[in-house]
C-alpha cells in the first residue's frame, strides 16, 4: 500500500518538475541555514557545559552603588570574599580565586608574551572545575608555592613537547617548576589560559594583600557549593554578609556593595557585566538570531503549503476518481502526506549536504575552527528528525486535508465549480503570503539597523584622536634603575623620521580602563569609584585632548605611597559631575582621598570614548606617574612609509630592552576590534537575510508560475477584447503589491520593536527613522514586483490563439 502511495507521490513529483524543483530547493535552503543557525547556537550555548559539576559552579560578581550614583556591575570582586564565603556559609563546599596576569615567560632564550593567559588560582581549582589531565594530576598539580600547571599547546611552544613535568618556566623573577600538563582548554569554555600558578604564592608576594583585602578589586571568585543548596536563600544570606565585612567602610564611603550568585552555564551567554573575561557572547545576538532561524524555516515551509494548495484545484478530478472507486478520506491523507513526505526528504537530503558544504564557509565567518561547530552527537540528529516530522506534518497536513474533501460530484463536473473552496484557499494563500513578506521585511529591517549602527560607532567623533597612532607595549617590569634607559630609548623614538612625538601612559583607548579605585571629596562621607589612568604631561596635548578647566600635568611629582605628600591628578567630565561640581571649572584645586592619599584637582579634560560607543563615559582620575612604570609607548606619526617607521622603531627597542620582546599595534585598528562582534553579528545577519530572500522569492516564482499558468485563457479572452499588455500585467501583479502592503503594516512595528530594543544595549546609538521600514517594504515590493512581473509581461505577450486553441 505504501510502495504504492510513494509511487503516485513520485509521479506527482515528476509531473510537476518546476514546481517540484521550487519546492525542494526551498525547502534545503531553509533547513541549511537553520541548521547552520542552531548549530551554531548549540555551541554558544553549550559554553562550559563539559564541567561535571557545572550545575552546582557560581561566580560571585558584584554590584557597587554609589550615593546618588548608578549602580556600578563589576565581574570581580575582592581576594577576602572566597576564604569569607568558605568560612561562613556552610553550603559552601569550594571556594577558590583567579588573578589575571600579564607578562613574558622564558624557557632559556626563548621569551614569549603571555598577554591575559597567566592567572593565580587556588589549588582547590580542580576540585570545582574539570580541565583534563595528560600529564601529572590535579592532586599534584599545585601544592607547591613555585609549581605551575600549563596546558598541551603551551608546552609544545615552550619545549617541543607535552612531557614537560619537572622541567622549569622563568616569570616575574621566579622560576616555577611544571608538575602538570592538561589538555588545550575546549573552545567552549569562558576561561582560557596558559599557565595557571599557586595562589599562595601570589599571597606571599602581595604580602598577604591578596588573602585579606576588602577594597583591591581584581579578583574572579567562584564557589562550588554543595548539593541540594537552595540558591534563593543563599541569596538572600548576602546583603548581611556584606554587611557584616563590609558595613563600616560602607558607611564611611556612602556607597552600598551587592555580591550576585550567577550561575556558571549563564556567564558566557547572559552576563553583563564589566570586566568580563575576553570572547563573552551577547544574549540579544543569540536570541535574534534564533529568531531568524526559525522565521527562515517558517518561510521554506510557508512556500510548500501555497505551492500545494495552489495546485490542489488542478489535482481535484484525480480526487473525485479516487473517490468514486471506493478511496476513503484516511487514504486520501496518507497519500498527499506520503507526497510531503517524499519531498521534505529529498528537502533534508539536501539541505543537510548544503549544511555540510557551507559549514566550514561559516566557521570561517565566525572566526571558529570547523571542528568546533561539527557535531554528530544524538541531540542533533533528533533535532534533525524533530524538524522533518514537524516539517512534514505542518507542511502535509492543510493541503492533504482540503484535496481529501473535495466531493466527486463537484471534481468530476468542472474545476471552476468550486468556487467556495477556491476562495477559502485564496484567503490562506494569502495570509502566508504576507506572513512570508513581513518575515523578509524584519529581517532586512533588522540587518539595515545594525549595519547603521555599525557606520555610526565606526565614523562618529571619539573626542580623541588616535589616527596614525602606533603603540608599542613595554612587556616586563621595571623598576627605576631603568629610569635614564627608558628616557633614552623615548629619544631615539623621536629621532626617528616620521614620528612626530612620544608620549607614555598606563592604558589606551580602545579596551576597559585596568584600574579603579574610591575616591571621596574633602568633607564629604560618600566614596565615588573612578576609573585611575596614569599618563605624562603629552598625553593631553598629543592626543588632541582638550583641558575644559584648569591646566595640564607639567612635570608634576609622580604618585608614590608617601600618603604625606599632595597628589595633583586631572579629572575629566563626568567625574566632575559624579563629585558634584556644577560647572568644571569649581572642581579646580578641590582636594580628594583615595586609600589615604591626598589628591588636588588641578585640570577638567574632555569625556572622550575610551571604549566602544556601546558603553557611557566612566568617571577617570588621571594622575602623573614615572615612564619606567607605565606600558604603552605611543608614537603619533606622519609618514606614508609606516613600514619602515615599524622596523626602526622595532631596532631602537630590542637595543634598549632586549630582555623585552616587542608588542606592538596601531591604535585605530586596536580601537575597532571591539566592534569584532557587531560585525560578526551584522554579517551573519546579511547573509540569512539573504536567504529569506531567494527563499520566498523562489516560493512567490512558483505562485506566479501557476497563476499565470491557470489564467493563460483568461489573459487569451482580454487580449482578443483589446486589452493591452499593461492592463494584463496590472490585473495580475496588483494583488501581490497589496499583499506586500499589508505585510508592512504587520512587519514595521515588530521590526521597530526588535530594533530599539537592540539599540538601548548601546548608549550612543541611532535614531530610528522611518526609512529603516519604507527601504525594506519597497526593497520587498521590488522583489516581489520584479519575480511576478516576468511571468505577467511574458503573458500577456504570447498569443492568444495558442491559448485559446482548445479547452
Known amino acids: 500500500m505504501f510502495k504504492n502511495y510513494f509511487k503516485t507521490a513520485w509521479r506527482n513529483v515528476m509531473k510537476s518538475k518546476t514546481f517540484s524543483a521550487i519546492n525542494v530547493l526551498g525547502l534545503a535552503i531553509g533547513i541549511a541555514a537553520f541548521l547552520l543557525i542552531v548549530n551554531y547556537l548549540r555551541f554558544e550555548y553549550s559554553f562550559d557545559n563539559f564541567h561535571v559539576n557545572k550545575e552546582r559552579i557560581y561566580r560571585v560578581p558584584m554590584v557597587v552603588t554609589e550615593t546618588g550614583g548608578k549602580p556600578q556591575k563589576f565581574a570581580f570582586n575582592y581576594p577576602a570574599l572566597a576564604p569569607a564565603m568558605k568560612a561562613d556559609f556552610p553550603e559552601v563546599q569550594e571556594a577558590i580565586r583567579f588573578r589575571k596576569r600579564w607578562g613574558v615567560v622564558q624557557h632559556g632564550d626563548q621569551r614569549i608574551i603571555e598577554d591575559g593567559m597567566i592567572y593565580y588560582v587556588d589549588p582547590a581549582v580542580f576540585n570545582v572545575f574539570s580541565f583534563g589531565f595528560e600529564k601529572g594530576t590535579a592532586a599534584t598539580a599545585l601544592v607547591e608555592l613555585n609549581d605551575a600547571a600549563i596546558t598541551h599547546s603551551t608546552a609544545v611552544k615552550y619545549f617541543g613537547t607535552a612531557d614537560v613535568v619537572g622541567k622549569t618556566l622563568h616569570y616575574d623573577n621566579e622560576d616555577f617548576v611544571v608538575k602538570a600538563v592538561m589538555s588545550d582548554i575546549p573552545a567552549n569554555s569562558h576561561i582560557n589560559f596558559h599557565i595557571l600558578l599557586n595562589y599562595n604564592k601570589y599571597i606571599q608576594i602581595t604580602k598577604n594583600d591578596a588573602n585579606t583585602s576588602w577594597g583591591w578589586s581584581d579578583f574572579y571568585t567562584y564557589l562550588l557549593l554543595k548539593p541540594g543548596v537552595n540558591i534563593s536563600a543563599l541569596q538572600a544570606k548576602m546583603p548581611a554578609f556584606a554587611q557584616k565585612y563590609m558595613g563600616d567602610l560602607m558607611k564611611k564611603n556612602g556607597f552600598d556593595n551587592s555580591f550576585i550568585l550567577e550561575p556558571l552555564k549563564d556567564i558566557h551567554a547572559k552576563s553583563d557585566y564589566d570586566y568580563e573575561f575576553p570572547g563573552n557572547g551577547n544574549l540579544y545576538y543569540l536570541r535574534y538570531l534564533g529568531i531568524a532561524a526559525v522565521l527562515i524555516l517558517l518561510i521554506a515551509l510557508i512556500n510548500y503549503v501555497n505551492l500545494s494548495t495552489a495546485r490542489s484545484l488542478e489535482r481535484s478530478k484525480e480526487v473525485g476518481v479516487r473517490k468514486v472507486i471506493g478511496a476513503t478520506k ?400 496590472t490585473l495580475i501583479t496588483k494583488d501581490y503589491i497589496k499583499l506586500v502592503l499589508l505585510a508592512g503594516i504587520v512587519a514595521v512595528p515588530v521590526a521597530y520593536f526588535l530594533l530599539q530594543n537592540w539599540l538601548e544595549d548601546y548608549a550612543f546609538h541611532i535614531n530610528i527613522g522611518i526609512w529603516f521600514f519604507f527601504l525594506p517594504l519597497l526593497l520587498i515590493a521590488v522583489i516581489a514586483l520584479a519575480t511576478v512581473l516576468l511571468q505577467s509581461v511574458k503573458a500577456a505577450m504570447s498569443n492568444p490563439v495558442k491559448s485559446l486553441r482548445t479547452e
Open 330 to 729: 484516511i487514504q486520501l491523507v496518507r497519500q498527499f502526506i506520503s507526497e510531503t513526505f517524499l519531498l521534505n526528504a529529498l528537502g533534508i537530503v539536501i539541505g543537510f549536504c548544503l549544511f555540510r558544504l557551507a559549514l566550514p564557509g561559516f566557521a570561517k565567518l565566525i572566526g571558529h575552527d570547523v571542528v568546533d561547530l561539527q557535531t554528530s552527537g544524538w541531540l542533533f540528529w533528533a533535532g534533525t528528525f524533530a524538524i522533518f516530522a514537524f516539517s512534514t506534518l505542518v507542511a502535509g497536513f492543510y493541503p492533504a486535508f482540503v484535496l481529501s474533501s473535495f466531493q466527486p460530484a463537484q471534481t468530476l463536473k468542472s474545476v471552476t465549480g468550486f468556487t467556495g473552496i477556491k476562495a477559502g484557499r485564496n484567503y490562506l494563500r494569502k495570509f502566508l503570503v504576507i506572513v512570508q513578506f513581513a518575515t523578509a521585511i524584519i529581517l532586512i529591517g533588522g540587518a539595515i539597523g545594525f549595519y547603521r549602527q555599525l557606520q555610526f560607532m565606526s565614523n562618529k567623533s571619539l573626542g580623541i584622536d588616535i589616527d596614525q597612532t602606533l603603540v608599542l607595549k613595554q612587556t616586563i617590569g621595571l623598576d627605576s634603575t631603568k629610569k635614564s634607559s627608558v628616557e633614552g630609548v623615548i629619544n631615539d623614538l623621536q629621532k626617528i623620521p616620521g614620528v612626530e612625538y612620544v608620549t607614555v601612559s598606563s592604558n589606551v583607548p580602545g579596551n576597559e580602563v585596568g584600574g579603579s579605585s574610591g575616591f571621596t571629596l574633602l568633607n564629604s562621607k560618600n566614596d565615588k569609584r573612578c576609573r585611575t589612568f596614569a599618563i605624562d604631561e603629552n598625553f593631553v596635548p598629543h592626543f588632541g585632548l582638550t583641558m575644559i578647566a584648569g591646566r595640564n600635568f607639567d612635570k608634576d611629582r609622580p604618585f608614590s605611597n608617601d600618603s604625606t605628600q599632595i597628589v595633583n591628578i586631572i579629572i575629566n567630565e563626568t567625574a566632575a559631575k559624579i563629585f558634584g561640581f556644577n560647572k568644571p571649572a569649581d572642581a579646580i584645586n578641590q582636594l580628594l582621598t583615595s586609600a589615604g592619599t591626598k589628591c588636588k584637582i588641578i585640570g577638567v579634560m574632555n569625556d572622550y570614548h575610551q571604549e566602544s560607543l556601546q558603553y557611557n563615559f566612566d568617571p577617570v582620575v588621571y594622575y602623573p606617574e614615572h615612564r619606567y612604570n607605565m606600558d604603552n609607548f605611543c608614537l603619533k606619526l606622519k609618514t606614508n612609509n609606516l613600514a619602515r617607521v615599524v622596523d626602526q622603531a622595532k631596532k631602537t627597542w630590542a637595543a634598549a630592552f632586549p630582555e623585552s620582546p616587542l608588542q606592538y599595534f596601531f591604535l585605530d585598528e586596536y580601537f575597532d576590534r571591539q566592534y569584532k562582534n557587531d560585525q560578526l553579528f551584522s554579517a551573519i545577519l546579511w547573509w540569512f537575510t539573504l536567504l529569506a530572500i531567494i527563499i520566498a522569492s523562489l516560493g512567490l516564482l512558483g505562485l506566479s508560475l501557476y497563476t499565470v499558468a491557470k489564467r493563460t485563457k483568461e489573459i487569451g479572452v482580454r487580449k482578443v477584447l483589446g486589452a493591452t499588455v499593461w492592463q494584463i500585467t
